[in-house]
Each structure stands twice: as structure tokens, then as C-alpha cells.
């Protein structure tokens, strides 16, 4: 047959499932052998989800122990903040107010679970105190930021000082690691670059 005057031909094979053809009709009578072995081939559909089952429960305890691991590192370096690094860098904050000198300590809690690392840092200024918000391209500043994924402290330095200087990671401490003489060293490591 050719195209109607639409121009659509008019006859279209059938699909196998609309045949006519009698070897091609399902029978509506179920199949002895198939209704036979349903039963077990059905039980493969609960051992699947047994599977699932346990994958997700594997799954959920190995991340459970990764959540707890970054919450007690987490905490580790909010404890070393405390005793440790907020000391010597408000020593040092002194030191500088001493002799001139300014800056600010900030310190920023971590948010476990939402991203937000635990940091501290020690902003300077060589000449009085700080005017408005300290910046990394024109302040000499030390950072200490806990990196939950690496599971370490980054160490970031700045020695910008009237538009000359560097500032960025330069590596990264062991938390139970970190002494008050090593922030002091670090410290004055910055002030010296920016001061020359």
C-alpha cells in the first residue's frame, strides 16, 4: 500500500506481541515449569536485599568510625589551641604591643559535620595597632587551620607588610605534635620577612 492523502502509509508491520501468529501468542495459562521454580528463583530477590543490607550496614559503621575519628582529632587540636597555640601567640601579641607593634588573635571553632574547619590565627602589624579588618595582602598573619580530610593542621603564613611579601600554606603539623616554642619559631619566622 502506498501513502494516504496525508501522506502516511497505511501499513505498518505489527509487533511480535500483537501478532496473530500462533506461535507467537503467549498463553494466558501459566507455564508449569516456570510457576514451579518461581519460588526459588524469588528467593535470589531477598538474598539481594539481604546483601544490600549488610553493604549499608558495613558502610554505615565505617563511616560512623570515620565521623568519630574527625570529631576526636577535632577536639585534639581545639585542646591544643587552648593549652598550647592561643598562649604562645597571645605572648607573642604582647611582645609586639611592646614594642610598637599590634595585631589581633582570632580564633574560630570547627562545626563537625558541616564543614566549617577549627582555626586560629595571629594577625601583626609592625607599626600600632591594626586599622580596620586585617587582610592577607597587607598583613603578616600565621594560620593554623584543621583539615578534617587530610586529618591534619595546615599551616599558612603571611608576610605581607606596606605591599611586599608572600602569603599561603607552607605545611602542615601532626596536632599532638605542635609546641609553643614551634608556633613561637613559626611566628617569628613571619615577622622577620615582614620586617626586612
Not at 502506498?2 to 501459566?30: H, K, Y
Amino acid at each position: 500500500m502506498g501513502p494516504d492523502q496525508v501522506g502516511q502509509i497505511l501499513n505498518f508491520p505489527t509487533s511480535p506481541a500483537n501478532s496473530e501468529s500462533p506461535s507467537r501468542v503467549r498463553s494466558s495459562a501459566p507455564d508449569t515449569e516456570t510457576a514451579e521454580s518461581s519460588p526459588d528463583l524469588l528467593n535470589e530477590v531477598d538474598r539481594i536485599f539481604e546483601m544490600r543490607a549488610r553493604g549499608l550496614s558495613h558502610s554505615d559503621e565505617r563511616q560512623s568510625q570515620i565521623d568519630s575519628e574527625n570529631a576526636r582529632l577535632q577536639d585534639e587540636f581545639t585542646s591544643v589551641c587552648a593549652s598550647t597555640i592561643r598562649p604562645a601567640m597571645q605572648a607573642f601579641l604582647e611582645r609586639l604591643r611592646a614594642n610598637g607593634g599590634g595585631g589581633l588573635l582570632e580564633e574560630r571553632s570547627g562545626v563537625h559535620g558541616a564543614g566549617v574547619a577549627a582555626r586560629i590565627t595571629l594577625w601583626m602589624s609592625l607599626s600600632d595597632e591594626l586599622i580596620g579588618r586585617p587582610r592577607r595582602d597587607q598583613h603578616p598573619y600565621l594560620q593554623l587551620d584543621f583539615d578534617a580530610v587530610q586529618r591534619q593542621v595546615v599551616l599558612v603564613e603571611g608576610d605581607m607588610w606596606k605591599g611586599h611579601g608572600t602569603s599561603g600554606p607552607v605545611g602542615t603539623w601532626a596536632a599532638s605534635e605542635i609546641t609553643g616554642a614551634l608556633v613561637t619559631e613559626s611566628l617569628l619566622d613571619v615577622l622577620r620577612r615582614a620586617a626586612s
